[in-house]
């Protein structure tokens, strides 16, 4: 705002000495002292762009207020200065700072009670309840190394809790997840056999499909096994009809 101010302010003192030619004399040491510059020198002309080349080109040590860009407050800043990476910022003034204050408040907040993670059709997501009652329902989320990214921003710690939970949400469906499975067709008997990740052995299970569609084995066998089974056994029709 300063620089045109007096920008304008020179313009419109040019324009009026213009017509008067040479006869500026009381004029110019006006300016003169008003800049307070040795390199104005009778010329109002002179003055001006000295100005601007001065405003332009000096360097100046100043001063810039720290202001949250998440609650508009000016900050002092703590040992490391927090700012919201959209991964546009260039420079400086492209930096949207946040203050500690607003940090504490976020990381305050995010502390992870539940998260419950699920996966269809190769789209994992994840519902997150924080202990203060906010409840984040069926984030799109990936988990990569050490980390599971969402559409949320979650403070580090959190991040490692929810990649704990994932990690053990992972391992127990795996332990769950067939291994390997064969069939046995003889006389008016079926039977399966397999083994699931986590080491559990089912051999020669007889089973059948009953009118209903559903299937029945001739010995318990849990829910997420027999799951699979039907897939597999469908999996094993197709190539046999082949
Ligand atoms: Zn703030």
Request: charged content about 30%; glycine content about 6%.
């Amino acid at each position: 705002m300063g620089i045109i101010l007096i920008v304008i302010r020179g313009v419109a003192q040019l324009g009026r000495a213009l017509p008067w030619g040479g006869r500026g004399r009381g004029f110019e040491s006006r300016r003169s002292d008003h800049f307070g510059s040795p390199a104005f020198t009778g010329n109002p002309r002179k003055g001006l762009f000295f100005c601007l080349w001065v405003r332009r080109f000096t360097p100046m040590i100043r001063t810039l207020p720290l202001v949250c860009s998440n609650c508009d407050n000016k900050f002092v800043p703590a040992e490391e200065l927090y700012y919201r990476d959209n991964f546009m910022s260039n420079s400086i003034r492209d930096v949207h700072f946040i203050c500690p204050d607003c940090i504490k408040r976020w990381k305050d907040k995010w502390r992870i009670k539940t998260a419950v993670f699920s996966e269809k059709d190769y789209v994992m997501t994840v519902s997150i309840t924080l202990e203060d009652g906010t409840i984040y329902k069926n984030l799109d989320c990936t988990p990569l190394e050490e980390t599971v990214v969402t559409s949320e921003e979650i403070p580090e710690e959190a991040q490692r809790r929810l990649f704990n939970i994932y990690t053990e949400w992972d391992s127990e469906r795996k332990k769950n997840s067939l291994k390997d499975c064969t069939f046995k067709d003889e006389f008016m008997r079926t039977t399966f056999s397999c083994e699931t990740y986590g080491g559990e052995k089912f051999n020669d299970i007889a089973f059948r499909f009953n009118m209903k569609g559903q299937i029945e084995t001739e010995t318990p066998v849990p829910e997420y096994v027999l799951k699979q089974i039907i897939d597999a056994y469908r999996l094993y029709e197709m190539q046999n009809k082949e």
